[in-house]
């Protein structure tokens, strides 16, 4: 059964930080390549970060220099590290799998950035 589980999002004040977790079952996960949405009302779905299969990352210009994608495959989990939270950075945030043809979306967890 596959499965992606968010965790670790909440309300923080702005300047704050936040670690948010995606924990991966059903897949092999050290295939996939592993990224982090962000979801505002009104707004496209954007991609926030992304981790390769072998490690390589890319960011949004909006985050870059304040948020780390990382990933632990012996614990079929990808983290997203954010620092220096500002309040445009609320919104839901989903985590997503992707092997060629296959694509998997966690349910998300709710960022909320307080000024």
């Known amino acids: 059964q596959v499965h992606l589980v968010e965790s670790g999002g909440g309300l923080v004040q702005a300047g704050g930080s936040l670690r948010l977790s995606c924990a991966a079952s059903?897949?092999?996960?050290?295939?996939?390549?592993m990224g982090w949405y962000r979801q505002t009302p009104g707004k496209q779905r954007e991609l926030v970060a992304a981790?390769?299969?072998?490690?390589?990352?890319n960011y949004a210009d909006s985050v870059k220099g304040r948020f780390t994608i990382s990933r632990d495959n012996a614990k079929n989990t990808v983290y997203l590290q954010m620092n220096s939270l500002k309040p445009e950075d609320t919104g839901a945030y989903l985590c997503?799998?992707?092997?060629?043809?296959?694509?998997?979306w966690g349910q998300g967890t709710q960022v909320t950035v307080s000024s």
């Open positions: 981790i390769t299969n072998d490690g390589n990352t």
């Open positions: 997503n799998a992707k092997y060629y043809t296959r694509d998997v």
């Open positions: 059903g897949i092999v996960f050290s295939a996939f390549n």
